[in-house]
């Protein structure tokens, strides 16, 4: 059993678009999810996750993949669902902002691995993939110096006098 998991989830709408967040710790697009609390079941996670962070209800049609990440000895469980009812929430605690994609026009700034996770359920919809996925330590790097600096930029820190 892996040390962490976590639940996400892939929610379309009537128009085929997918819901996405963005977070408010760095400025990077998301799928709605979180960590698995204890003794909790794996679709209820991804429902209150999807709940807290959009302030959208989903039904959950199938789960869609296991990615386990050996360097943080964490399991990342993806389902697939739409929305069942609420609206859009304004300015959560953890997101920034709630938007609708066409999976063919996501965004540049995402999670690692988020738009081959997308890709991969959207090339084999009826299988449930089990990958290990493995985010290069310098791509990281790279990755949190890019959005510090963007985060400076954006709230005023590195503008120039």
Known sequence: MAKTQGCFTIVFNKEEKLLLVKRKDYPIWDLPGGWLEEDELLENCAVRETEEETGYIPILNQKVGEYFQPQYDDLQHLFVGEVKSGSPIKNGIE???????????????????????????????????????????????????????????????????
């Not at 997101?95 to 890709?119: A, C, E, G, H, S």
């Not at 919809?125 to 985060?151: A, D, Q």
Request: glycine content about 4%.
């Open 95 to 161: 997101t920034d902002k709630v938007q609708w994609f066409y999976p063919d026009r996501l965004p540049y700034l995402m999670v690692p691995n988020r738009k081959k996770q997308i890709k991969n359920y959207l090339k084999d919809r009826n299988k449930l993939i089990k990958s290990s996925i493995f985010v290069s330590p310098i791509r990281i790097f790279f990755l949190k110096g890019f959005l510090t600096l963007l985060k400076k930029i954006q709230c005023g820190i590195g503008e120039r006098k």
